[in-house]
Every structure is written in structure tokens, then in C-alpha cells.
């Protein structure tokens, strides 16, 4: 569908989500760029975040499933570092492997078969900095009844505590499974891109923390070229599997404010490999129920009026 000044509203690219939100003279569109190649999983962002804003602890418990004790994305935490191990068939030498005895960072050929060991297989750790992707057709924001969800001058969405009402309507809608409702009173919460940061010109805390450069963080534009870059880099460098995910202003979501090079397939690490904005056919919707409702009043009308008018021309 388009809107008034001829952008797509609910789906599509969408070049402006500022301008269109109603932001004149808005900066240019910010957001992140996760190069989850270089991460080291050393959880300065999630404790940044944390620190930042406040964000109460999640229970510090032990999952049994690697070192991610958070699991996920939720209430109280707004950057999550998944921790995947993949076993690695022997003969793998373009990603750096962990010696599964050592638990230290392994030689290059580590992953060759030796001596004594069954296969010879090393294993590799995939380590990812989630957060929310600041969609450009956010669902979380198109059903927010409150404007607790609002899109900002700097592109990005924000969901503001004091107006929330808990009523809990974006979590279903996010295709990411990103914003959650804080069982102690049902407000939701989600990662806001630092906005108080912004709005002083400071880059967001778990950027600003990350030693490797993992996630960068500046105007939307460049970091897609430099993400094309790198990609083209590791490429050359014979890691073919390196693959963007949710740059492109065209895929189902118009594009992510948040996106990401990573080593593997989406779903390797909890991502959807085909999200798409679950408001997109909001609109054909409504136009569906109007024509249905009319329908159904012209044929009430019809069911009083015909009989009368049978009546009338009996007796005439
Ligand atoms: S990822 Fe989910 S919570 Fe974040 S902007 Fe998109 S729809 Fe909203
Ligand atoms: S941008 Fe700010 S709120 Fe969002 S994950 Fe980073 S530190 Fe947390
Ligand atoms: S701070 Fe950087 S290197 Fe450390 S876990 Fe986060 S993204 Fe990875």
C-alpha cells in the first residue's frame, strides 16, 4: 500500500521512515552493523547495555547450554551474545576452530585430522551481539495502541516505559521474537538504541564498549557499504560461507536499522531466514472486513425492504 506522499507504508522500501513518521530536517538514518566474524564473546555489550540503562539482572543462572546464560533477547536484556558451537568436519582451516580439550584458540590447521582422535574434527564457536533491528516497517510500532512505540529522527524505534500499558500487542508482532513484556508488572521493553545517547551525540554504550569493532555503529548508508566490503573481503580471503543478513531495503521488513555478517545460516543462530512484517497486509485486511460489513448491512437492508416492496406492488 502507499501512503499520501507515495511511500509504502506497511511494506516496501522505504527510503525516508523518519521524514514519513513526520520528522522535517530529520539527520540521516542510523543504525548497527554486527560483524559477528571478529566477535570474541567477551559479553561487554550486554554488560554495557545493562549498565547503561539500568536493566535489572537475569538470574546469573546456569543453562547447561554453553556460557550463554541469557538465552535470548527479553525484558531486561537488550543485547544478547548467542554462543553456538559447531562441531567441524577434519580438514576446516579458514575459521578460526577451539581445540575442544584446550578451550583456548586453536592453529589455523587445528581442524586437520590427528593422531589418536576418532575423525580429527575440532569444534568452532559462532558467537553473536542480537539486539532489536529497528525495522523500517516495524509491527511492533504499527500496533502499539498507546504510541508507547514511536519511530525517531535518527530512523530507529523506541518504546517508551511511562506510556506503555501492557497491553502486550507488538510482542506477537515482532518477526523477531525481540520485544517482551517484564512479567513484574507486563510494560514491555526492548533496546533503544541509546537514545538518550544519540540525542547527546554520543554512540550507543555497547558499541561504544565492544573491543573488536564487532558492532559498529553509524549512518545506515555507509554501513551497508562497508559491510558489502567486508563480506567481499573475507570472501577473497576464502571464507566463503560470510553472508549479510538483513541489509537489503527490499527484503520483507524494508530493510533492518540492525543488521549483520554472519558465518553461517539465520537459523543457525535463532534468526528467521525470511522475516517479513506481519502488518504488511494490515491494510487489505481492513479493506476485506469493509467490503464484508457492507455486505452484510446491504443485505440486511434488502431482507427488510424487498418484502415490503412485494407488498406494496400486490396491492397495487
Ligand atoms: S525487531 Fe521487533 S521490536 Fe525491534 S523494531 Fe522490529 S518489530 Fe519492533
Ligand atoms: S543500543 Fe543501547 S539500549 Fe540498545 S543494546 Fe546497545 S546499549 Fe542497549
Ligand atoms: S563486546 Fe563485541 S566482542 Fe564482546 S561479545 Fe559484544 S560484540 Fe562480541
Same mark, same amino acid.
Given at each position: 500500500?502507499?501512503?499520501?506522499?507515495?511511500?509504502?507504508?506497511?511494506?516496501?522500501?522505504?527510503?525516508?521512515? !523518519?521524514?514519513?513518521?513526520?520528522?522535517?530536517?530529520?539527520? %540521516?538514518?542510523?543504525?548497527?552493523?554486527?560483524?559477528?566474524?571478529? /566477535?570474541?564473546? *567477551?559479553?561487554? *555489550?550486554?554488560?554495557? *547495555?545493562?549498565?547503561?540503562?539500568?536493566?535489572?539482572?537475569?538470574?546469573?543462572?546456569?543453562?547447561?547450554?554453553?556460557?550463554?546464560?541469557?538465552?535470548?533477547?527479553?525484558?531486561?536484556?537488550?543485547?544478547?551474545?548467542? #554462543?553456538?558451537?559447531?562441531?567441524?568436519?577434519?580438514?576446516?582451516?579458514?575459521?578460526?576452530?577451539? !581445540?575442544? @580439550?584446550?578451550?583456548?584458540?586453536?592453529?589455523?590447521?587445528?581442524?586437520?585430522?590427528?593422531?589418536?582422535?576418532?575423525?580429527?574434527?575440532?569444534?568452532?564457536?559462532?558467537?553473536?551481539?542480537?539486539? /532489536?533491528?529497528?525495522?523500517?516497517?516495524?509491527?511492533?510500532?504499527?500496533?502499539?495502541?498507546?504510541?508507547?512505540?514511536?519511530?525517531?529522527?535518527?530512523?530507529?524505534?523506541?518504546?517508551?516505559? @511511562?506510556?506503555?500499558?501492557?497491553?502486550?500487542? /507488538?510482542?506477537?508482532? /515482532?518477526?523477531?521474537?525481540?520485544?517482551?513484556?517484564?512479567?513484574?508488572?507486563?510494560?514491555? #521493553?526492548?533496546?533503544?538504541?541509546?537514545?538518550?545517547?544519540?540525542?547527546?551525540?554520543?554512540?550507543?554504550?555497547?558499541?561504544?564498549?565492544?573491543?573488536?569493532?564487532?558492532?559498529?555503529?553509524?549512518?545506515? @548508508?555507509?554501513?551497508?557499504?562497508?559491510?558489502?566490503?567486508?563480506?567481499?573481503?573475507?570472501?577473497?580471503?576464502?571464507?566463503?560461507?560470510?553472508?549479510?543478513?538483513?541489509?537489503? %531495503?527490499?527484503?520483507?521488513?524494508?530493510?533492518?536499522? !540492525?543488521? #549483520?555478517?554472519?558465518?553461517?545460516?539465520?537459523?543457525?543462530?535463532?534468526?528467521?531466514?525470511? %522475516?517479513?512484517?506481519?502488518?504488511?497486509?494490515?491494510?487489505?485486511?481492513?479493506?476485506?472486513?469493509?467490503?464484508?460489513?457492507?455486505?452484510?448491512?446491504?443485505?440486511?437492508?434488502?431482507?427488510?425492504?424487498?418484502?415490503?416492496?412485494?407488498?406494496?406492488?400486490?396491492?397495487?
Amino acid at each position: 500500500m502507499r501512503d499520501i506522499v507515495g511511500n509504502h507504508l506497511f511494506s516496501g522500501p522505504e527510503p525516508d521512515p !523518519a521524514g514519513d513518521a513526520g520528522h522535517e530536517n530529520a539527520p %540521516p538514518r542510523v543504525g548497527f552493523f554486527t560483524d559477528t566474524s571478529v /566477535c570474541i564473546g *567477551c559479553k561487554a *555489550c550486554e554488560v554495557a *547495555c545493562k549498565e547503561w540503562n539500568a536493566l535489572p539482572e537475569d538470574g546469573l543462572s546456569l543453562t547447561g547450554m554453553s556460557y550463554d546464560n541469557t538465552v535470548g533477547l527479553g525484558a531486561s536484556t537488550w543485547r544478547h551474545v548467542a #554462543f553456538i558451537e559447531q562441531p567441524v568436519p577434519a580438514g576446516r582451516t579458514e575459521l578460526p576452530l577451539l !581445540a575442544p @580439550d584446550s578451550g583456548k584458540p586453536a592453529a589455523p590447521d587445528s581442524g586437520k585430522q590427528e593422531a589418536g582422535q576418532d575423525d580429527g574434527a575440532g569444534v568452532r564457536w559462532l558467537m553473536s551481539s542480537d539486539v /532489536c533491528k529497528h525495522c523500517t516497517h516495524a509491527a511492533c510500532l504499527d500496533v502499539c495502541p498507546t504510541g508507547s512505540l514511536f519511530r525517531t529522527e535518527f530512523g530507529t524505534v523506541v518504546v517508551q516505559e @511511562d506510556i506503555c500499558n501492557g497491553c502486550g500487542y /507488538c510482542v506477537p508482532a /515482532c518477526p523477531y521474537g525481540v520485544i517482551e513484556q517484564r512479567p513484574t508488572d507486563g510494560r514491555a #521493553f526492548k533496546c533503544t538504541m541509546c537514545y538518550d545517547r544519540l540525542g547527546a551525540g554520543q554512540e550507543p554504550a555497547c558499541a561504544k564498549a565492544c573491543p573488536t569493532e564487532s558492532i559498529q555503529f553509524g549512518p545506515l @548508508d555507509e554501513l551497508r557499504e562497508r559491510a558489502a566490503l567486508r563480506v567481499e573481503q573475507l570472501h577473497d580471503a576464502g571464507v566463503t560461507e560470510a553472508r549479510l543478513y538483513g541489509h537489503e %531495503p527490499d527484503n520483507g521488513v524494508g530493510g533492518d536499522g !540492525a543488521f #549483520f555478517l554472519l558465518m553461517d545460516e539465520p537459523e543457525v543462530y535463532g534468526l528467521p531466514p525470511d %522475516p517479513v512484517v506481519t502488518t504488511r497486509d494490515l491494510a487489505a485486511m481492513w479493506r476485506h472486513a469493509g467490503i464484508a460489513a457492507l455486505s452484510l448491512v446491504t443485505g440486511a437492508a434488502l431482507s427488510f425492504a424487498l418484502p415490503a416492496l412485494t407488498r406494496r406492488s400486490g396491492r397495487t
